[in-house]
Nanobody, 118 residues
Framework: VQLVESGGGLVQVGGSLRLSCAAS????????MGWYRQAPGKQRELVAD???????AYADSVKGRFTISRDSAENMVYLQMNSLKPEDTAVYYC?????????????WGQGTQVTVSS
């Protein structure tokens, strides 16, 4: 299974970006998908995730500004980021918990850079 992210880039403070992540490769069922980020010198942290049933969770720092959604038919997850701040600058990674047969695996994307300039 491969996860491919897109949509990162450079944006000014207060701007918006939409990240996309597509899962592909083989027969699988997605249990949950999420977005994490890692800024230079910091640990990777959860930004938002969404379960198979549609339940969502957000980091306090992004609540009210970011929205996670998914297209289950297309095995995709999105992150709409509004009112971006310099502290949102990081590499954003897509994560998927995937069920294949009786096993569960965790996959990560390669990451996409988001830079918010002030």
């Amino acid at each position: 299974v491969q996860l491919v992210e897109s949509g990162g880039g450079l944006v000014q403070v207060g701007g918006s970006l939409r990240l996309s992540c597509a899962a592909s490769g083989g027969m699988f069922s997605i249990k949950a998908m999420g977005w994490y980020r890692q800024a230079p010198g910091k640990q990777r942290e959860l930004v938002a995730d969404i379960s198979r049933g549609g339940g969502t969770a957000y980091a306090d720092s992004v609540k009210g500004r970011f929205t996670i959604s998914r297209d289950s038919a297309e095995n995709m997850v999105y992150l709409q980021m509004n009112s971006l701040k310099p502290e949102d600058t990081a590499v954003y990674y897509c994560k998927a918990q995937i069920e294949q047969e009786v096993y569960e695996y965790v996959y990560w994307g390669q990451g996409t850079q988001v830079t918010v300039s002030s």
